[in-house]
């Protein structure tokens, strides 16, 4: 079973930078697209951003387009997501999940279409 630990969320200025990661364990995190998802205080999780097992493929919110960068690496099983001119609304607990299905070329957009998700970690930004 593969299990996802999230990091470098913290409190930043509006305008400023962060840059999530998820480390995975197991074997098996290069044959999954993974994708980051928030969850605002009485809002429902949403999607970010999705990346392809490949990492060719890749998804983004309307809301975080321009600004917000997924990435992997496979050979460290890790998966990132750079937040550049971050704004107060993207105030969130921020969560890195793994597909539920081994498929190429598949930006899975829904939580039902994921299997395993990490802890989450606090990103809140200041105005």
């Known amino acids: 079973q593969v299990q996802l630990v999230e990091s470098g969320g913290g409190l930043v200025q509006a305008g400023g930078s962060l840059r999530l990661s998820c480390a995975a364990s197991?074997?098996?995190?290069?044959?999954?697209?993974m994708g980051w998802f928030r969850q605002a205080p009485g809002k429902e999780r949403e999607l970010v951003a999705v990346?392809?097992?490949?990492?060719?493929?890749?998804y983004y919110t309307d809301s975080v387009k321009g600004r917000f960068t997924i990435s992997r690496d496979n050979a460290k099983n890790t998966l990132y997501l750079q937040m550049d001119s971050l704004k107060p609304g993207d105030t969130a607990v921020f969560y890195c999940?793994?597909?539920?299905?081994?498929?190429?070329?598949?930006?899975?957009?829904?939580?039902?279409?994921?299997?395993?998700w990490g802890q989450g970690t606090q990103v809140t930004v200041s105005s």
């Open positions: 197991g074997r098996t995190f290069g044959s999954y697209s």
């Open positions: 990346i392809s097992r490949a990492g060719t493929w890749t």
């Open positions: 999940a793994t597909a539920a299905t081994p498929l190429s070329c598949y930006l899975p957009k829904n939580t039902g279409d994921y299997g395993v």
